[in-house]
């Protein structure tokens, strides 16, 4: 059974810092993407970044572009996302989500990923 588990959340003033972690157990296939989404209450999910296990290729959606960092230890399975100069629309749940390699390179959507973790609370206040 794949079990994706999100850690990491928490309250945090606005410009601080926080990092979230995925830990992935349970899948068997080879090359994998690891994608990070958040929805804030009344909003759209919203793809935030991901990255590719075969080449650490990175992705960002352009809100988070120069403040958010995504890494991938493979050896442990697991996704780090650090979170740097936090504002407070950053306020979300934040979700990882474990899909097949992508062929096209870039952000890739939800409908691309076939298991999700139960989400972690980021609460930025101003």
């Known amino acids: 059974e794949v079990q994706l588990v999100e850690s990491g959340g928490g309250l945090v003033q606005a410009g601080g810092s926080l990092k979230l972690s995925c830990a992935a157990s349970?899948?068997?296939?080879?090359?994998?993407?690891i994608g990070w989404f958040r929805q804030a209450p009344g909003k759209e999910r919203e793809a935030v970044s991901c990255?590719?296990?075969?080449?650490?290729?990175?992705y960002y959606a352009d809100s988070v572009k120069g403040r958010f960092t995504i890494s991938s230890d493979n050896a442990k399975n697991t996704v780090n996302l650090q979170m740097n100069s936090l504002k407070p629309e950053d306020t979300a749940v934040y979700y990882c989500?474990?899909?097949?390699?992508?062929?096209?390179?870039?952000?890739?959507?939800?409908?691309?990923?076939?298991?999700w973790g139960q989400g972690t609370q980021v609460t930025v206040s101003s």
């Open positions: 990255i590719n296990s075969s080449d650490d290729r990175t």
């Open positions: 989500a474990l899909g097949p390699a992508a062929v096209v390179p870039g952000l890739l959507s939800g409908t691309w990923y076939g298991y």
């Open positions: 349970g899948f068997t296939f080879g090359d994998y993407v």
